[in-house]
Every structure is written in structure tokens, then in C-alpha cells.
């Protein structure tokens, strides 16, 4: 009778909450494509021929690349001044190539090189996984340390000038990237252990690393380096970077701007690389820290790869729930799948015409679908199924269950022989 009295209590605390998700919508995203549209317009002034290589060209370069589902490229010849748009006029007086804003300055000799260059500039390696570039985030935390050798000898500098240094070599780039991060920055100086070995004595009467001394300043495995034999910084692949700073001895109490300005312009340009910014064409300059070419072809990379993504998830998600039948699928999970085929949708209808907005979409997109894989209630069951909880707890129950077991057979068989009494 307890036993019975207790199924109640027991079904309802074991029994799990598993809401249907939207399987059709899921299955339907292979079926649609981010699509982003180029619209580029000429100057009168450059002439009709020009235009229609452009126009080829860039058509070729797109199918060769195999991006003609992703890309529809419009020219025309006539600044339509479009604030989307991109253009593209002739300076006679000019040498080379220029960007400004989204306009493309040519000079006449540069013509011929036109069409490669507005193919770098809007392609820029779209759909190539780099392995240094950080995987997108919408937030991120800039720490910059100041590593101090021995500090007990009293030739370490105990304070810089970092606040003034990142306010004029790393400030105008992270204004720039508002439109895909907000960032975090905090500083801090730490001490460590002197080296093992003495630094390289370069020519210029400062010190550097070799190769071998490089592995062993890192100390770690890990650490892809890719410097030259001799190097004063380098890159951490979706980490950050390093640059050695060899003070003026006078000013080594304190580090100023002035001595901070070439590592930290060396930490600006590996920022830009980290984020995923490619650089601009050789022979083309600009005045921007960034470009807007170069930010919306960012803007478009990150919400591919967002969109990607978040594709790849959903379908991880549904695959997971129809292998393990037990695994509780709650509201917040709902919600939150439902949220990001929303935000999807939302994408695909705005990316022709603002690859912005589409970042937003595909980053929220993003999200939900990484909060709804990554759910407590979920992700318990892949690291413990059914059939661990039987192996769990089958050692403890099975020595409980005997004396119950044959109680059950006593109280079975004594009633059966009572019934033969009475017959």
C-alpha cells in the first residue's frame, strides 16, 4: 500500500517537461540563403567601357569564388549618392587609389587594376576561415599588462601612461567598431622572475628575442609564433598580443606616452587582425583608422558567420532532442529556439539592403540558439542519461528492495495457505 501510495509522488517528480520545438521551421532554413546586394556607381567622367569591365569582371570574380548565391553586384555609370551605395570616381591628378568613406578615388593610371581592387574591398576573403581572428562576440574585455622583469633590481618602470595611450592608438579604433562590439578595457602591471638567458643585442643598441628564446619566453606549446628569426612582437591567435618595450634607461621609472606610442600602434594593427579587419589593398591608401569599405565587409563576414552558425545550432539541437527521448525540453528552451528563427527571419529580409541591421539580426539570432544548446536543463542529460542514473543508483536500491521483495512473497504465500485452511 505504500508502495502504491508513493507512484503518484513518484511520477510526478520524475516525470520531465519536453515542449515540441519547431521542427518545420528549423528544416525550412536549408532552404534560404543570406543574400547581400553591391550597388556601385561610376563617375560619368569614367568611360562606358570601364564600366562594363567592372561589371564582368566583378560577376566573375563572384562565380569563381562560388559566392553568386550569397552576392548580386548592381553597376552603373552616374553617382547616385546613395549613402549605401558605393562609388567610384576619377582624379586626374591623383597617383594610385584612395577610399573615402564609401567613395573610391582613382587615378587614371590605377584604371586598369580597378576591377580587382573593388573585388578585394567587398569579397574581402568572405567565407575563408581564419584561424587567428577571434570567433564573434558582442562584447569584449581589452586587458593590457605591463610585465615587469625582476622588479626587485629597481630597473622596472612601476607605473605608465597607459590611459593616454590608449585614448590616441586604440581609442579611435574601438569608436569605429561600435557598430559590432562594445568592449571593456582594464590595465594592470605585474612582476614576474627574471630570464634564464640573456636577450639578442639588436643593432640599433636594443634588445630582442630569437626564435628559440621566443619559445621559452612564452612557455607554451600551444602558442603558434610566426615571427621573423629576430621579432619584438607577435600575435596569439585568438588571444591577443605581445610587444616587447625597451625603454630609454632615463625614463625607466615611468613609461610615457612616447615611449608606450610603438607597441601600442603595433597593439592596434594586431587588434584590427584578432577582429577580423582586412587590411586594405597594397597601393591603396586611406585616412580613416578603418574604412567603410573595410567595416561592411566585416559587418557582412560576421553576420554570414552568425547566420552559419546559428543554422548549424538549431539543426545540433533538434538532432539531440529526437536521439534522446528523455531529455526535458522547457520553456526557455522554446522560447528561446523560437526567438532566433524570429531574428533569422528578420535577417534575411534586411540584408540586401543593410548589412548592419543584419549583424544585429544574426548576433541575436546567435545568441539565443547558443543559450537555448547550452541550457542547464539540456545539457545535464548529455553528460547524464538514463542509463548512468540506473548504474547510479541500482546498488543502493537493489539492497532495499530485497527485504520488500520477500516480505511481498511471505505475506503471498501465508495468504495462500490461509486460503487453503478455510477450503
Not at 540506473?390 to 539492497?399: D, G, Q
Request: aromatic share 8%; hydrophobic share 45%; proline share 6%.
Amino acid at each position: 500500500m505504500v508502495a502504491l501510495a508513493a507512484v503518484p509522488l513518484w511520477w510526478t517528480t520524475t516525470s520531465i517537461t519536453r515542449l515540441s520545438l519547431p521542427e518545420g521551421r528549423v528544416k525550412a532554413l536549408n532552404d534560404k540563403q543570406l543574400r547581400f546586394s553591391l550597388n556601385i556607381s561610376l563617375d560619368t567622367n569614367i568611360p562606358v567601357s570601364v564600366v562594363d569591365n567592372v561589371k564582368e569582371g566583378l560577376a566573375k570574380r563572384i562565380l569563381d569564388e562560388r559566392l553568386d548565391d550569397i552576392f548580386s553586384v548592381a553597376v552603373s555609370s552616374g553617382l547616385t549618392h546613395n549613402p549605401q551605395a558605393y562609388e567610384v570616381s576619377l582624379n586626374e591628378e591623383l597617383s594610385g587609389i584612395h577610399v573615402e568613406g564609401r567613395r573610391l578615388i582613382t587615378g587614371p593610371e590605377s584604371i586598369p587594376l580597378l576591377t580587382d581592387a573593388l573585388a578585394n574591398l567587398l569579397l574581402a576573403n568572405f567565407g575563408h576561415q581564419d584561424q587567428m581572428v577571434m570567433q564573434y562576440a558582442p562584447r569584449y574585455r581589452l586587458a593590457f599588462s605591463l610585465m615587469n622583469e625582476d622588479a626587485a633590481s629597481g630597473d622596472s618602470p612601476l607605473s605608465w601612461d597607459v590611459k593616454t595611450a590608449i585614448t590616441r592608438d586604440i581609442q579611435p579604433v574601438l569608436q569605429k567598431l561600435l557598430a559590432l562590439h562594445n568592449f571593456t578595457i582594464e590595465s594592470q602591471v605585474q612582476f614576474f622572475a627574471p630570464l634564464a638567458f640573456e636577450p639578442v643585442n639588436l643593432a640599433n643598441g636594443s634588445f630582442g628575442l630569437s626564435q628559440e628564446q621566443l619559445t621559452v619566453f612564452v612557455n607554451s606549446a600551444e602558442w603558434t609564433l610566426c615571427s621573423p628569426t629576430e621579432s619584438t612582437a607577435f600575435i596569439i591567435p585568438q588571444w591577443g598580443s605581445i610587444s616587447i618595450c625597451n625603454p630609454d634607461k632615463q625614463a625607466v621609472s615611468r613609461l610615457s606616452q612616447r615611449a608606450l606610442h610603438p607597441s601600442f600602434s603595433v597593439f592596434r594593427t594586431q587588434l584590427l587582425a584578432l577582429l577580423g579587419i582586412s587590411p586594405l589593398p597594397i597601393g591603396m591608401t586611406t585616412s580613416d583608422v578603418i574604412s567603410d569599405w573595410q567595416l561592411d565587409a566585416l559587418l557582412r563576414r560576421r553576420a554570414y558567420e552568425n547566420a552559419k552558425g546559428s543554422k548549424e545550432t538549431l539543426d545540433s539541437i533538434v538532432s539531440l532532442v529526437d536521439q534522446i527521448e528523455g531529455m526535458p525540453v522547457g520553456k526557455d528552451v522554446t522560447d528561446d529556439v523560437r526567438g532566433a528563427l524570429d531574428a533569422l527571419d528578420s535577417m534575411y529580409a534586411v540584408a540586401r539592403d543593410s548589412p548592419q541591421l543584419a549583424l544585429n539580426y544574426s548576433a541575436r539570432a546567435f545568441t539565443r540558439v547558443s543559450r537555448a544548446f547550452f541550457n542547464p536543463g539540456m545539457l545535464a542529460l548529455l553528460y547524464f542519461p538514463p542509463e548512468h542514473n540506473l548504474a547510479v543508483y541500482t546498488p543502493l536500491l537493489a539492497p532495499v528492495s530485497v527485504p520488500l521483495v520477500a516480505a511481498v512473497f511471505r505475506e503471498v504465500s501465508k495468504w495462500r495457505r490461509s486460503r487453503r485452511q478455510s477450503a
